[in-house]
């Protein structure tokens, strides 16, 4: 027991922890492992990320994510177009559902535009015209089946990524589009070819933070996403969000066992209280949250906004001997690291009973110089 009359010395002690310290028989993946600490550490009163290093490229497009597929409707016939899994930049999106629309029909055209963010699909024959169906639910393998997330109010598909929301947009023509790449080369859509233009700033790279779990010494809380205002009765809920983060992450929630079951398929859903609202908070969700940089191939993080994120126990904690992760986004989606290796320093703060300054002490002969 902690006895509070004793003199204690405050020391830290940093902690080296890789995601290939963890045993992959029982943790496959390095977006969530359990590790076993070099000593059983006593009397620790706080724990702090000091840094951390996260892979640059995250498969942000995925089956798991369920964004790679978008319905077209071209001059009458119906296609479902699908691109590969991983991270892409808008120009290499860009050229990803050029592709495969040029495979269905070779009229078919894709534009990104630098300076607005959107993406602009052309027909090359005046004559053709062409639906984009952003509002159709599409199935995807190996997803739990009550969990789609075209019900969320965002991330909901591969056409949210792009700048779509969810309806059918139709082509038309009689406006021309000046279109500024990346590279300052302009390109000229005529007013006379049928165009659909994304109404909203793409997405596609992705998430701006990623939120570290550190099981049982979480230390921030979270509000609840996709939460929608329903004070009055409602008939029609089928757009509105129906995730509870809560359920997921919390570890005070009373569902917390059941969803730990089914695991990260379920994402923790429920059904929305039709004749209250759906705004929510989690106490104590997460350890750390850490910004995402995308401009360097290994994002060496040092950042104030997690440094002053830690977890502190009064009275101290007597033993702590392992820690378990999961690296998630703010939904509960854990991140896709396809097994790429983390890296991070953990800091101990400590507490070691101060000797007697009274107290005389002999070194062994077998350290006398």
């Given at each position: 027991?902690?006895?509070?009359?004793?003199?204690?010395?405050?020391?830290?002690?940093?902690?080296?922890?890789?995601?290939?310290?963890?045993?992959?028989?029982?943790?496959?993946?390095?977006?969530?492992?359990e590790v076993r600490l070099p000593i059983q550490y006593k009397k620790v009163s706080s724990i702090q990320l000091v840094s951390i290093q996260l892979p640059k490229k995250t498969h942000i497009i995925s089956n798991y994510n369920q964004n790679t597929k978008m319905n077209v409707?071209?001059?009458?016939?119906?296609?479902?177009?699908?691109?590969?899994?991983?991270?892409?930049?808008?120009?290499?999106?860009?050229?990803?559902?050029?592709?495969?629309?040029?495979?269905?029909?070779?009229?078919?055209?894709?534009?990104?535009?630098?300076?607005n963010t959107s993406f602009y699909f052309s027909h090359a024959n005046t004559d053709a015209s062409f639906n984009i169906n952003a509002s159709k639910v599409l199935s995807?393998?190996?997803i739990f089946p009550n969990n789609n997330v075209h019900q969320y109010t965002f991330n909901?598909?591969?056409?949210?990524?792009?700048?779509?929301?969810?309806k059918i947009y139709s082509s038309t023509s009689e406006t021309s589009h000046t279109i500024i790449g990346s590279d300052n080369s302009k390109t000229t859509i005529p007013d006379t070819l049928q165009v659909i233009k994304t109404p909203n700033p793409s997405q596609i790279l992705g998430e701006q933070d990623i939120y570290l779990e550190l099981e049982h010494y979480n230390s921030i809380d979270e509000i609840e996403p996709y939460s929608v205002d329903i004070n009055n009765d409602i008939t029609d809920i089928s757009n509105l969000s129906c995730v509870a983060l809560a359920s997921l992450r919390g570890e005070r929630s009373g569902n917390y066992k059941h969803i730990e079951t089914n695991n990260i398929t379920l994402r923790g859903k429920k059904c929305l209280n039709k004749t209250s609202n759906d705004y929510n908070g989690v106490y104590n969700s997460s350890f750390a949250k850490i910004p995402i940089s995308i401009e360097i191939g290994s994002t060496v993080l040092h950042d104030s906004s997690?440094?002053?994120?830690?977890?502190?126990?009064?009275?101290?904690?007597?033993?702590?001997?392992?820690?378990?992760?999961?690296?998630?986004?703010?939904?509960g989606r854990l991140v896709d690291f396809k097994n790429y290796p983390v890296s991070m320093t953990i800091q101990l703060g400590i507490l070691r009973e101060e000797h007697d300054k009274k107290n005389t002490y002999r070194m062994s002969n077998t350290f006398a110089l």
């Open positions: 027991m902690f006895q509070e009359n004793k003199n204690y010395l405050f020391e830290r002690k940093n902690v080296s922890i890789h995601s290939q310290d963890r045993d992959i028989t029982k943790w496959p993946n390095s977006n969530e492992f409707d071209i001059c009458g016939n119906n296609y479902t177009i699908e691109i590969d899994d991983g991270y892409y930049t808008p120009e290499q999106m860009t050229i990803a559902i050029d592709t495969k629309l040029k495979e269905r029909d070779s009229g078919m055209n894709v534009h990104y535009n630098d300076i995807y393998s190996n909901w598909g591969l056409p949210f990524y792009l700048g779509f929301d969810k997690f440094f002053t994120s830690y977890y502190y126990s009064e009275p101290p904690l007597e033993k702590l001997s392992k820690f378990k992760f999961k690296f998630r986004y703010h939904d």
